[in-house]
Nanobody
Framework: VQLQASGGGSVQAGDSLRLSCVAS???????VGWFRQAPGKEREFLGG????????DYGDTVRGRFTISRDNTKNTMYLQMNSLQPEDTAVYYC????????????????????WGRGTLVTVSS
């Protein structure tokens, strides 16, 4: 599985941005998600979604501001980010893992098998 993220850029505080991630192949049992990593910090879980059912989970710092979604017809996932703040500045990664119907979404980066190269989001005040 190859993942290609896009949509990053430089914005002002309060702005919105939507990231996209195209997957070369996605199976119905896959889980996909978004993480970010700021300089000197650990990789942080933002959100995950089950490909078939569309069940979601969000990280505590972004719940209510960020929304994850997917388009099954385009093998594409999205991360809609609203009310961006300077602390949201980071490299954003899309990820995927093989899973099963009974496996819950994971917030641990070590549980994900495939990673995109990342796209930089810079938020200035």
């Amino acid at each position: 599985v190859q993942l290609q993220a896009s949509g990053g850029g430089s914005v002002q505080a309060g702005d919105s941005l939507r990231l996209s991630c195209v997957a070369s192949v996605i199976f119905s049992q896959n889980h996909v998600g978004w993480f970010r990593q700021a300089p000197g910090k650990e990789r942080e879980f933002l959100g995950g979604i089950t490909w078939r059912e569309g069940n979601t989970d969000y990280g505590d710092t972004v719940r209510g501001r960020f929304t994850i979604s997917r388009d099954n017809t385009k093998n594409t996932m999205y991360l809609q980010m609203n009310s961006l703040q300077p602390e949201d500045t980071a490299v954003y990664y899309c990820t995927a893992r093989a899973s099963s119907r009974r496996t819950p979404l994971s917030r641990l980066p070590s549980n994900y098998h495939y990673w995109g190269r990342g796209t930089l989001v810079t938020v200035s005040s």
